[in-house]
């Protein structure tokens, strides 16, 4: 087979024509540990400056909590493609969990600091891994007519954890401390542990490919950097740099170096793939739907987390709403959005992923387009309505984008595409988050200068960062036309028509 066939051999066993049950209790186990290790990763947005002063650090230490945990995903998702390869399903799910629970009960008694710090990296890690094991199992379990209905679910977990983690931070800490935020983790991800080390069974096959030690280490320092430069510019909240003046220069020096060490390690891949040892197959981007996919979901990503860094900004500073106020006001589209998965899954399996991606598409580019015309004035109740209509466009092509993108390819590449898409979001989410909030913050000091009022300024900003993100969400409704539904076949794997 070459390098660039991407149909489906023949000759292969067939795949089941309903799901195995004992597959399903697997994707059951992993969507529950997937929503608990997302809600923690977005609970800390509320809680730094609390830390900071609780702890007695500076601002600009205390981002670091959210700033590593970011930097060590991006680090740790790109060896995903080859973990989940040399590791069996119960294996890669103890080692997930287990750094996660252990994370979880450092940042729980942790004295200062440093040790929450550490405790922070390690969730990561386990988090790291706990995405892109869901979608590959989802992919090598559930035949390709229900993949829709599946997929609906882990859009549930994507889209309703990140919003209902700055809401549950918030009120934990109206009435207890933040170390309550991880007790409140903890015994779920326990009981998820537990139950995976006494029923998880073993899924697939797994291989034993050499590791490129080379492959990991310029995937950490260009990923890693990747991440670490976007953070740096646009700092990871409040619209503030985390360093000095100089920091954008250095940042932008360290995301060009990064970019560098990228194409390094883009061509160790391919050489590598080759023999199929590769960190990282990028044989995935034969497949031209996988492509395109992938394009729409590094928009939608950027454009959802940027979102839900800078519309609580421009809530809390130009509208003058408190910070439990503000996700209260993201809460409902993100049920919504949730609630609606497994409608779009269904829809996915009947129609195919178009006619709902491209409607989608333009909700998301249309609620920007009206972002872009924020006051300080704006009533609440529009903000409410608008953040629902941009959740229902952001379930109608989350959905559809997980199963066209994955089901492009072969069995043996799930894991390696998988991986990409998760290193998508996590680097276009950082991108998100940087752009908007330097552009917001920017617009906002030269609106000051210029003897603009404060609030004012403020929402002048917002209108700012959110044409940039309507003009990119155009791209992402164009490339949503070129995305088809893969053909069943008898591999259980989708070839693009």
Known sequence: MTATDMSPRTGSVPAAPEIDPKGMRVVWLLLIAAFVAIL????????????????????????????????TMAVVIPTTGFLLQRLTTRQAFVVAMSLFTAGTIICL??????????????????????????????????????????????GIVISLAPAIGPTLAGVLLDIANWRWIFGTVLPFAVVALVI??????????????????????LSALAFGGLVFGLTQIGGSHGGETTATAESPVLAIAIIAGSVVLLAGFIWRQIVLQRIDDALLDLRVFASRNFTMSIVVMGI?????????????????????????????IVLPGAIVMGLLGPIIGRIYDARGPRVTLIPGTMLVAGVMAFYATLTEG?????????????????????????????????????????????????????AGV??????????????????????????AGARAAFLFSAIVAIV??????????????????????
């Open 300 to 328: 939608l990503s950027l454009a959802m987390f940027g979102t839900f860094t800078a519309l609580p900004l421009y809530m809390q500073n130009v509208v003058g709403l408190s910070a439990t106020e503000s996700g209260l």
């Open 476 to 497: 992402a409704v164009v490339a949503a036309f070129f995305v088809r539904k893969p053909v069943d076949n008898p591999e259980g794997v989708g070839a693009a028509h």
């Open 378 to 430: 704006t009533p609440v109740v529009a903000l409410v309505i608008a953040q629902t209509v941009m959740s229902v466009g952001m379930a109608m092509s989350f959905t559809p984008i997980f199963s066209a993108s994955l089901g492009s390819l072969q069995r043996r590449f799930y894991s390696h595409g998988s991986a990409v898409l998760n290193t998508l979001q996590q680097v276009a989410g950082a």
């Open 40 to 71: 923690n990763e977005t609970t800390m947005s509320i809680a730094i400056p609390h830390l900071n002063v609780d702890l007695g650090v500076p601002p600009e230490l205390g981002q670091w909590l959210t700033s590593a945990f970011m930097l």
């Open 196 to 217: 995976g080390i006494r029923l998880l069974t073993n899924l697939g096959e797994t291989s034993r490919a050499p590791l490129d030690v080379f492959s990991v280490v």
């Open 109 to 154: 008694v942790a004295p200062g600091f440093t040790l929450l710090l550490i405790g922070r990296i390690v969730q990561a890690a386990g988090t790291a891994i706990t995405m892109p094991l869901l979608m590959t199992t989802v992919m090598s379990v559930v035949p390709a007519h229900a993949r829709g209905r599946i997929m609906g679910r882990v």
């Open 434 to 459: 940087a752009v908007l909030i330097t552009t917001m913050s920017s617009v906002s000091a030269a609106q000051e200068a210029s003897g603009v009022a404060e609030l004012a300024a403020g929402a």
